[in-house]
């Protein structure tokens, strides 16, 4: 079936350097690919999207680009802040049962330092 | 303001003692779900309703029950909870669960079964 796999983390990094959080699919079809956001003690919410092949999803920074032929979705932004500090999850819209579902990543801590 | 509400956020309980997490949305969405994220296991889904009536097994669904009577409210109902039950719980919901969807989440209930 449909998955999703990311980079283990947490990741720890310094203020102002260049971010990349991996992530890869295997699907069948051309799924949406997503990435959230989960800062600490809230809920996730949509940081980008992508639906088709060589988009470019694009949000506070943060971009990523739909690679069919490498099947990725790697989140990159070019200088992080201390308020970057979150968990970020790869999903994307693949069919469950006949039912389209997002399939989640399990996520990757980022904790970015002063 | 457009938003999903849990209630509660936190929740200590014993167990075998029935126990009901509420959530409503306010933005008409058919789409609603509800996820536990437990550390290093990411986001599992539940149950999730395609609309008022209609309800399926998620992943994880052993131990929990939903309803789904009408299009704003979607209940987890723990009958019984055990202690590996412990976890946090979010709902979302979704104007529609399709190759574009957005997925809206609520803050998290905090749940612990001693």
């Known amino acids: 079936g449909d998955s999703v796999t990311q980079m283990e983390g947490p990741v720890t990094l310094s203020e102002e350097a260049f971010l990349t959080i991996n992530c890869t699919y295997t699907a069948t079809g051309y799924p949406s690919l997503f990435w959230y956001v989960q800062y600490p003690g809230e809920g996730l919410q949509l940081l980008l999207k992508a639906t088709k092949a060589d988009d470019k999803g694009s949000n506070k920074g943060f971009e990523a680009t739909y690679r069919k032929e490498t099947t990725s979705f790697h989140l990159e932004k070019g200088s992080v802040q201390v308020s970057d500090s979150a968990v970020y999850f790869c999903?994307?819209?693949?069919?469950?049962?006949?039912?389209?579902?997002?399939?989640w990543g399990a996520g990757t801590k980022l904790i970015i330092k002063p | 303001e457009a938003q999903v509400t849990q209630n509660p956020r936190y929740l200590i309980t014993v167990t075998g003692k029935k126990l009901t997490v509420t959530c409503s949305q306010n933005m008409n969405h058919e789409y609603m779900s509800w996820y536990r994220q437990d550390p290093g296991l990411g986001l599992r889904q539940i149950y999730y309703?395609?609309?008022?009536?209609?309800?399926d097994k998620g992943d994880v669904p052993e131990g929990y029950k939903v309803s789904r009577k009408e299009k704003r409210n979607f209940p987890l109902i723990l009958e019984s909870p055990s202690p590996n039950q412990t976890s946090l719980y979010f709902c979302a919901s979704s104007r529609r669960q399709g190759l574009d969807g957005e997925l809206f989440f609520g803050e998290g209930s905090r749940l612990t079964v001693l």
């Open positions: 999903a994307l819209s693949g069919k469950v049962n006949s039912n389209y579902q997002l399939i």
């Open positions: 309703s395609m609309n008022v009536e209609v309800t």
